[in-house]
């Protein structure tokens, strides 16, 4: 087993030459094992070791005759060793987790100290092969995605697994091979536990249908992580493609692009932004992701709220995901205009002229910047806004209607640039989207007495 130890080692790169190793050992056979494992294999992976123990405070005096087995296991091989005891059930009361959850907190932030404390780089943990089995069942029947579904990482940023492979039979075997006692934790039998529910109900169930079905899981596991992977690098690519700007706190996406992708994809896209800015994908969920994915295209503005304080906004054309309530950023403006006149609009950098002119013999529009309408027809009090949701348009040469939205995305105008596009109205009818298209019903006809020239440019 221990070859089999120092390939898994080796395949992920656990380790380096002259890393302070941080051992976590309850007193179990896996930690046992890893314990042991280590120490003989530390003079050729040139490692330190200490070890941590954490007292959960849950089984009374038998938590108590861990720690002593613990500490006696270090002793024989030398190992220093670092005990704390700590109130799980008042923990998980205070916080309202459950007793499994504030267990796994409470260790982890143990060794998280520890690892500081000691300048150690590296946190080993005896999670083994059967362990990873359980928890992608666990995950299934609970519900899970193509993440969740990889099990236990091997390696995680700096906690590493090095039993990840061996089976809990291998680790029995070598415990008793090398005469190494472990203490049995009568907790790890009450199944209105979920994992020794899955354990002891229902994976002796799914043997009676495949008597190898830990190993089909495994293989399935491995494949999935190839699957992933490749998924994962599309997906990088796609959120660096369709993010706008990024803060610490928070990150806008482009909805355009992001609606470009499968639904696939797009989710996972999803999933890495709020993990961005969350630092985690912790109570996160299905239906949160697929609620954002189905209020992507609305045009309407929306609001979504996540678990532990994250806020998801869109516009139609800007997503936004923010641990705080963002300030509003989009522009706004609305102005009147005289014909004949003009106004500046700053937040733009523009400005649109308004003047009256006979009508020409021969009229020739060539100049996206420039456009003729029917002065009769809009009258000479306009207004040039910054557009608003539900705009539409009869866009001249296209037949009937078209939303505002679905013609600036046609036109390519990009989403940081959307609310700067001055809107010229006459009698609450859009005139004009300057610089792109005039409106079909204010175009110059036979009938046309004069001729009003808009104009917009830079000051």
């Avoid at 296991?73 to 030398?78: A, C, G, H, P």
């Avoid at 220093?80 to 109130?87: G, L, M, N, Y």
């Avoid at 205070?94 to 998280?112: G, H, P, T």
């Amino acid at each position: 087993m221990e070859r089999k130890v120092l390939e898994t080692i080796k395949k992920y790169e656990m380790f380096s030459p002259g890393d302070r190793v941080i051992a976590g050992v309850s007193g179990g056979p896996d930690s046992a094992a890893l314990l042991f494992v280590l120490s003989r294999l530390s003079k050729e992976l040139k490692l330190s070791l200490h070890v941590a123990h954490l007292d959960h405070m849950i089984r009374g005096k038998a938590s108590k005759e861990d720690m002593k087995h613990v500490i006696q296991m270090t002793k024989k091989l030398n190992v220093p060793i670092t005990c704390k005891e700590f109130d799980v059930k008042s923990f998980a009361k205070k916080e309202k987790l459950s007793l499994e959850d504030a267990a796994r907190r409470a260790r982890y932030s143990f060794f998280e100290d520890l690892l500081k404390e000691t300048s150690a780089s590296t946190i080993a943990l005896g999670h083994n092969f059967d362990d990873n089995v359980e928890t992608v069942l666990m995950r299934l029947v609970t519900g899970t995605g193509t993440r969740g579904l990889l099990g236990i990482p091997p390696k995680r940023g700096r906690i590493v697994r090095p039993l990840i492979e061996c089976s809990r039979d291998e680790i029995e075997t070598y415990c008793r091979k090398h005469k190494l006692k472990w203490r049995v934790d009568k907790s790890n039998f009450d199944t209105k536990f979920l994992r020794n529910k899955v354990r002891h109900k229902l994976i002796p169930v799914l043997k009676t249908i495949n008597p190898n079905v830990r190993t089909a899981v495994g293989q399935a596991i491995e494949l999935l992580h190839s699957d992933y992977d490749y998924l994962m690098d599309i997906s990088t690519k796609a959120l660096h493609g369709a993010t706008i700007k990024k803060t610490d706190g928070s990150i806008k996406l482009d909805i355009d692009k992001l609606l470009m992708y499968p639904d696939s994809i797009r989710r996972y896209v999803l999933r890495a932004a709020i993990e961005d800015v969350k630092g985690n994908l912790e109570n996160v969920t299905f239906n949160h992701i697929n609620d954002i994915s189905v209020k992507l295209p609305d045009d309407e503005s929306w609001e979504l709220h996540l678990p532990n304080g994250i806020f998801v906004f869109g516009n139609g054309d800007c997503l936004a995901i923010s641990a705080s309530r963002p300030k509003e950023e989009y522009v706004r403006f609305e102005h009147e205009l005289k014909v004949p006149g003009s106004v500046r609009i700053k937040d733009a950098q523009l400005e649109l002229k308004a003047e009256v002119s006979e009508v020409p013999k021969k009229l020739k529009i060539n100049d996206k910047n420039v456009a003729y309408v029917d002065l009769g027809k809009t009258g000479q009090n306009l207004i040039v806004r910054s557009r608003r949701v539900g705009d539409r348009f009869s866009p001249f040469g296209i037949p009937g209607s078209k939303k505002l939205s679905d013609f600036l995305i046609d036109e390519k105008v990009s989403s940081d640039k959307k609310d700067k596009v001055p809107i010229v109205e006459a009698k609450g009818n859009i005139v004009w989207v300057a610089g792109h298209r005039a409106d079909d019903r204010f175009k110059v006809t036979k009938d046309t007495k004069k001729i009003l020239r808009l104009t917009l440019g830079a000051f």
